[in-house]
Nanobody
Framework: QVQLVESGGGLVQPGGSLGLSCAAS????????MGWYRQAPGKQRESVAT???????NYSDSVKGRFTITRDNAKNTVALLMNSLKPEDTAVYYC???????????????WGQGTQVTVSS
């Protein structure tokens, strides 16, 4: 019913930049918040950055000042610009959306399939 498709992952050298994008598609839903999470090998999935419909953002301490999250409410897309990348940023990055269906007002969480970001020289 709701699909999230990420794009933009790849291999980047330390200090480089990379942009991720996610688009939500489907019908009969409304998105209230979107964000990016990541999971590195041997670690739990963690929040990277989130943004609400009104524009309020939250960043993890490890990416503040380096990453920027933006959202286009009309297009139901969210992007993450990653600057000054470090090897420890290497992870699978997942797009997330908090959604309510038109027939069910209880919010639910949807996830993209994930995209690999590797920071290495």
């Amino acid at each position: 019913q709701v699909q999230l498709v990420e794009s933009g992952g790849g291999l980047v050298q330390p200090g480089g930049s990379l942009g991720l994008s996610c688009a939500a598609s489907g019908s009969g839903f409304r998105i209230y918040a979107m964000g990016w999470y990541r999971q590195a090998p041997g670690k739990q999935r963690e929040s990277v950055a989130t943004i609400a419909t009104g524009g309020r953002t939250n960043y993890s301490d490890s990416v503040k000042g380096r990453f920027t999250i933006t959202r286009d409410n009309a297009k139901n897309t969210v992007a993450l610009l990653m600057n000054s990348l470090k090897p420890e940023d290497t992870a699978v990055y997942y797009c997330n959306a908090i959604v309510t269906l038109l027939t069910d007002y209880t919010p639910s969480t949807y996830w993209g399939q994930g995209t690999q970001v590797t920071v290495s020289s």
